[in-house]
């Protein structure tokens, strides 16, 4: 596995966590009276976080790969355009 398959699999089971942490917040704030404890209310933050990032990665990642390249209308080997 590469380094990016573990960045995609990272993301997604850290989109699993967010999840859960903030069902747990809901269902703190519905069963307690008051606010519910801090480190519940800041519990999905750190989740958060780490989906920013690699998030990020995973959308930058695709413009800065070494074999894309960038075809210009007209240029040699790119696509023409139909014709009528």
């Not at 990665?57 to 355009?81: I, K, M, N, V």
């Amino acid at each position: 596995m590469n380094a990016n398959d573990w960045i995609r699999q990272f993301h997604r089971w850290i989109s699993i966590i967010f999840t859960l942490t903030v069902i747990a917040n809901f269902a703190a704030m519905a069963l307690r009276k008051g606010l519910p404890p801090p480190w519940i209310t800041y519990a999905p933050l750190l989740p958060l976080a780490l989906l920013l990032f690699t998030g990020l990665y995973l959308f930058a990642r695709p413009y800065f790969s070494r074999d894309r390249t960038r075809r210009r209308p007209g240029s040699a080997g790119g696509e023409q355009a139909p014709s009528a």
